[in-house]
């Protein structure tokens, strides 16, 4: 007996199994952000510093010489605000990522101090954010929120063993855990929130809203 060309046939005693499903990674381009960011402040403020230098050039200021020359130094100064993101490109444009998959969290940063966590080595892992308080009338339509992701190791041998995170140990105003701060992205958190969920429930500690600190890191 033989069989039809529309009987199955099998090479192996049972049929294929079905492999998990593992979700992607999720992932934060931290310095895609960081790049966007600089670009825009500094074209911003370099805008303003020639504006304010042709104008105390060509006499267009009101109240005499004086004015005139405060006008141009306080262009002069924008316009040096606006080249910092070029001086200082290099570091403010270099690749980096926060990741969280499967394994753990990482920070991918080739060029500066990259680092990778598994799961099983944290007890908990948080946000902390502080929003910058309303001073200026400016402070009511655009106010910065700075956002750090918080690691807690799950046992003493942790910063033994990620000699490499030791930057991070107890920064700013974290204790007994690392302090990842990640700028001024409040859209940061939700995106953070889901990958915790996905991966990590259990471990995720929610957000922790702090104070307005000097410098605001």
């Known amino acids: 007996m033989t069989y039809g060309p529309q009987q199955p046939a099998y090479n192996a005693p049972y049929p294929p199994q079905q492999q998990p499903f ?35 050039l060509t006499g267009q200021t009101t109240g005499g010489a004086g004015a005139g020359v405060a006008v141009g130094v306080i262009g002069l100064v924008f316009l040096v605000i606006g080249l910092l993101p ?45 929003v910058q308080r309303r001073v200026k009338l400016a402070d009511y339509l655009v106010r910065r929120t700075m956002v750090r992701l918080d690691l807690f190791p799950a046992d003493p041998g942790f910063r033994g063993r990620h000699p490499d995170m030791e930057h991070l140990w107890e920064f700013h105003t974290v204790r007994n855990g690392y302090r990842l701060p990640l700028g001024s992205n409040p859209k940061y958190i939700p995106v953070i929130e889901r990958a915790m969920r996905q991966y990590r429930p259990g471990a995720y500690l929610g957000i922790k809203d702090e104070g307005f600190m000097v410098g605001l890191v």
């Open 86 to 130: 070029v001086i200082a490109w290099k570091k403010v444009g270099r690749p980096r990522r926060l990741v969280f998959d499967g394994f753990g969290v990482r920070w991918d940063d080739p060029q500066g101090r990259p680092w990778a966590v598994a799961w099983a080595e944290l007890s908990g892992v948080g946000i902390s954010r502080t």
């Open 22 to 56: 593992t979700p992607p990674p999720v992932v934060l381009d931290v310095g895609a952000d960081a790049k966007a960011k600089a670009l825009i402040g500094g074209s911003v403020s370099g805008v303003i510093g020639l504006i304010a230098i042709f104008s105390a």
